[in-house]
């Protein structure tokens, strides 16, 4: 190596370290301050959390939820990835419904289940109990508040991810390959499992490591569903040791240290199952072609989806939204839109709405150039050794640990000096950029990959350097994902819940944890409009996306 | 440099520009309490914006607001409505940090209310409307900081669809045809809910509890969660049901309400808190809710701190808030309500 090329990569380091370090300070540190406090005095927080009575339900109910959650998610997942693959051409707007449950906020979601579902008065409930096996019933058959269907909402929640990364991971298979695979003799089943699932592997294995993180960080069904069981799981369990008076950051960190391993254990084994990542450059000169051609069938498996995961909850959603008490009797003389005029005349709704346009637009706009500088440092920087693999870490963190966990560590570390940030929308964009910088680098970083270092070589040895390069080329390229990234972020920050449950204060609040306090006090119609409006902020976002990124811009995610 | 670099600089720029917004951006309005109390009253209007943090139902609180605020125009009352478990751990914070939001705070945990007076939590009352004789200062104000607001008897609530003929003794809740159709309150971090169920224990009759294991009760957060559950039919009947069920009747929904002869009651007490960052509005406030008009609002359908106030009160009763006793602080420490919450979940979530 000579002199001059060591000086360019010291430049190279000095550059590129100050981004890590603000990275570090930001996911790593609050980490380390829960883990400081759960081991304090003796480990009081782990003898505190795990001396508990009832731990080893809570235990088990987490691992339940994840792993039960996660084969739903799997395989709802992959069969409507597939069937999708395989709609008519006249069905193709269905594409999208499977990614549609993400633009519905999950409390949303939740609440809408709880509508149809509840034993007494949920409307699919007294639907069945008009089945002549049901008649004698007087709640039921369905009762939304038990595991089983904490698990069985949660597996829906989940799915749309699964389908995002098996959907896109077929769809960046090129022709090439399959025409060489059926060329060579093979069959379509044949070239299904040698050529597609081989290269679906990294899809897989991300979809399925993401849906299990997140189902053993699910938050939101348990919380809002889980209590009048006592259903528990470990993020529910951080969120009661942190809301208490006094406050035990110490047990709560205990709490989530479990989910921390395993967050940790799941991104270290996705890297090695994964490996070197070039191996799955998929750009080809063709496009995928679906195996096998179209199928009417392919349009009914995901109509039916699209019907239970999003039709449904949303009827039963504006149903309440349009009465003045949640009863399960209706009659037309109940409906009024009085809610609706609630949204305007309850204090705090629309500061909320600003509050999370805000802080998603500000946090959205901080990762981007964020996710940009490490997705370069990781693809094109293959002698920053050591900063790659740093920043590929504390870039992955945030994906493998629950929101709720960020939460608490934002909680502590910024109701202490020396940055005491407690009440400021400032809190929420910090915690809203940790959450999003795995989306926003790992989208740039698979595009930046898949796109290989062919065309930046056409372009040099065509005589542009590297800016020219990067501006011609590169940029242009990576725009879509740019977008796609963006429409992402802002749908899952407008929606956010679990981290901003722990960081909001009383009166700096987002939408969602505004409608989880009037969730527990029981006002359940105001939830409902809440819940539209939501629905309609984050559909504006869509909408937006839409017109600056093309109308198959949600299809990209 | 190339854009890459570019980028990343500007990247790291971004995030430590946002950790500066955010080292700046501090709260409170830095104001301080006033002489006389016409000075507080001008000092208020300045400030122009009073929070209260409170557990009492929503609907009253909403009535408050707008009571407050067409008692003193220009000055705008946010509340913030939660449980016990909500609230406490936000004012310890709010404490701590010196980021004051609310500026009046009203809880029913009375052992909470006794660690906090030996805090810096609370700013002495000053509101001339203490010393209303009908208020009686001696039996309402708890060492210059706490005052009592308001009441509440909870009773029998029941939804009128499904259990036509009514409830009139405890023991009436435990019909087996109310199986898994019968709400309770969770009192995990809510002290006040400890010492209901304490006392229940024994004047709803031996054993209460132990007797209404036996009809699986659901769980809600609150009695205001308890009463929107009754109405939508979700639960049948609820043991200690609060007296806002009378506003949902008012409402349309098919709910009824009764005393039980030996009924559980809780007072309110609130105080002024000393990181309020409107601290002359929140003594306005103060003063507002002993008042009879913040008096009619605040404790509609609930127990006033005055007699004779409409729309207030038992009907063909005088009782007024004096006469609910507030817990004993000894019996609620953390411990005692910790160890409390294992037993009743065991007994409740098993």
């Known amino acids: 190596m000579t002199g001059l090329g060591s000086k360019a990569i010291w430049r190279q380091r000095l550059i590129y370290l100050p981004l890590i370090l603000v990275l570090g300070y930001l996911v790593v540190w609050p980490l380390i301050k829960l883990q400081t406090l759960a081991f304090e005095n003796g480990a009081r927080g782990y003898r505190s959390q795990y001396g508990r009575a009832d731990i080893l339900d809570t235990l088990q109910t987490t691992a339940a939820l994840a792993f039960f959650s996660l084969v739903i998610a799997m395989v709802c997942g992959t069969v409507l990835a597939f069937a999708t693959s395989r709609l008519p051409r006249r069905m193709g707007f269905l594409r999208l419904v499977p990614i549609l449950p993400i633009v519905i906020p999950s409390v949303a979601n939740v609440v809408g289940f709880a509508f149809l579902l509840s034993p007494g008065p949920g409307y699919i409930n007294i639907l069945l109990r008009m089945l002549p096996w049901w008649s004698d019933l007087q709640s039921g058959p369905v009762n939304v508040y038990s595991p089983t269907w904490i698990i069985i909402i949660t597996g829906f929640s989940l799915t749309s991810f699964v389908y995002l990364f098996v959907s896109a991971g077929m769809q960046n298979i090129s022709g090439e390959h399959l025409e060489a695979a059926q060329i060579s003799g093979s069959t379509t089943i044949g070239t299904f499992f040698k050529i597609v699932l081989p290269l679906l592997r990294p899809s897989l294995i991300y979809g399925a490591g993401v849906a299990l993180l997140l189902g053993l960080g699910q938050f939101t069904a348990p919380l809002l569903l889980g209590q009048n069981e006592g259903v528990k799981v470990l993020a529910t369990e951080m969120y009661l040791r942190a809301s208490e008076s006094p406050i035990n950051f110490a047990a709560a960190a205990a709490a989530g240290s479990p989910l921390v391993v395993v967050g940790i254990l799941v991104v270290f084994g996705q890297k090695v199952l994964l490996g070197n990542q070039s191996r799955f450059v998929t750009h080809g000169g063709k496009s995928f072609a679906p195996v096998g051609g179209s199928s009417p069938w392919a349009a009914v498996i995901v109509a039916v989806y699209g019907l239970v995961a999003l039709v449904l909850p949303l009827a039963g959603v504006i149903i309440v939204s349009l009465t003045p008490y949640w009863s399960g009797e209706l009659s037309w003389d109940l409906f009024t839109l009085a809610n609706y005029e609630a949204l305007i005349s309850t204090p705090g709704i629309v500061d909320s709405v600003v509050t999370s346009v805000v802080t998603s637009i500000i946090a959205v706009l901080i990762c981007v150039p964020i996710g940009f500088g490490v997705a370069n440092l990781m693809v094109r920087r293959q002698d920053l050794k050591i900063l790659r693999t740093l920043a590929d870490l504390v870039t992955a963190l945030p994906m493998g640990i629950p929101a709720v966990i960020f939460g608490v560590g934002f909680l502590l570390t910024y109701t202490e000096p020396p940055l005491i940030l407690y009440g400021t929308k400032a809190v929420i964009v910090l915690v809203y950029v940790v959450l999003m910088i795995p989306f926003a680098t790992r989208m740039q970083l698979t595009a930046l990959i898949s796109m290989g270092d062919k065309y930046e070589e056409a372009s040099a040895v065509s005589g542009a350097g590297p800016v020219a390069t990067m501006l011609r080329v590169t940029l242009p390229m990576l725009r879509p994902t740019i977008l796609s990234s963006i429409a992402l972020m802002f749908i899952l920050l407008t929606h956010e819940f679990a981290a901003s449950l722990m960081v909001r204060s009383a009166t700096t609040q987002v939408m969602g944890t505004l409608l989880y306090d009037h969730w527990s006090n029981g006002s359940y119609t105001l939830v409902a409009a809440m819940a539209i409006l939501m629905s309609a902020v984050t559909g504006a976002g869509v909408a937006v996306a839409m017109l600056v990124g093309g109308r198959n811009v949600l299809e990209k995610l | ?350």
Request: one cysteine or more.
């Open chain 2, 1 to 350: 440099m190339s854009f890459p670099k570019i980028k990343a600089a500007v990247a790291s720029g971004a995030a430590l520009a946002l950790i500066l917004t955010g080292c700046s951006s501090g709260s409170g309005s830095g104001s301080e309490l006033a002489g006389s109390w016409d000075e507080i009253v001008t000092a208020a209007r300045d400030e122009g914006s009073v929070t209260i943090y409170s557990t009492h139902s929503p609907d009253n609180l909403e009535a408050l607001k707008k009571a407050f605020e067409a008692e003193y125009p220009g000055i705008s009352l946010t509340y913030v409505r939660g449980t016990d478990a909500d609230i406490l751990p936000k004012i310890e914070v709010e404490n701590s940090t010196g980021s004051g939001v609310a500026d009046v705070h009203m809880t029913t945990d009375a052992g909470w209310i006794s660690r906090s007076l030996e805090t810096d939590y609370s700013a002495e009352v000053v509101a001339p409307a203490i010393e209303n004789p009908e208020y009686d200062a001696a039996e309402s104000v708890i060492e210059d900081k706490f005052f009592l607001t308001s009441a509440t008897v909870f009773g029998l609530g029941w939804n009128t669809t499904n259990v036509p003929e009514g409830l009139s003794t405890p023991d009436d809740v435990l019909n087996p045809r109310l199986q898994g159709k019968v709400g309770i309150q969770n009192p995990n971090g809510i002290a006040t809910y400890v010492d209901m169920y304490r006392k229940i224990d024994v004047d709803y009759g031996a054993d209460f509890l132990d007797r209404l294991v036996t009809v699986k009760p659901r769980v809600y957060p609150s009695a205001v969660a308890i009463t929107q559950a009754l109405a939508s039919g979700e639960v049948w009947a609820a043991p200690m049901a609060a007296s806002n069920i009378v506003t949902e009747q008012d409402k349309g929904a098919p709910v009824g309400f009764a005393l039980p002869e030996k009924p559980w009651g809780v007072p309110w007490y609130s105080h002024v808190l000393a990181s309020a960052p409107n601290p002359n509005a929140a003594q306005l406030l103060a003063d507002f809710l002993l008042t009879p008009a913040g008096q009619a609002a605040i404790s509609a359908d609930y127990l006033s701190v005055l007699p004779d106030v409409p729309g207030t009160g038992v009907p063909g009763s005088t009782v007024t808030a004096q006469d609910v006793e507030l817990g004993d602080p000894d019996t609620l420490d953390p411990e005692s309500v910790e160890q409390f919450q294992a037993e009743w979940e065991q007994k409740f979530l098993r």
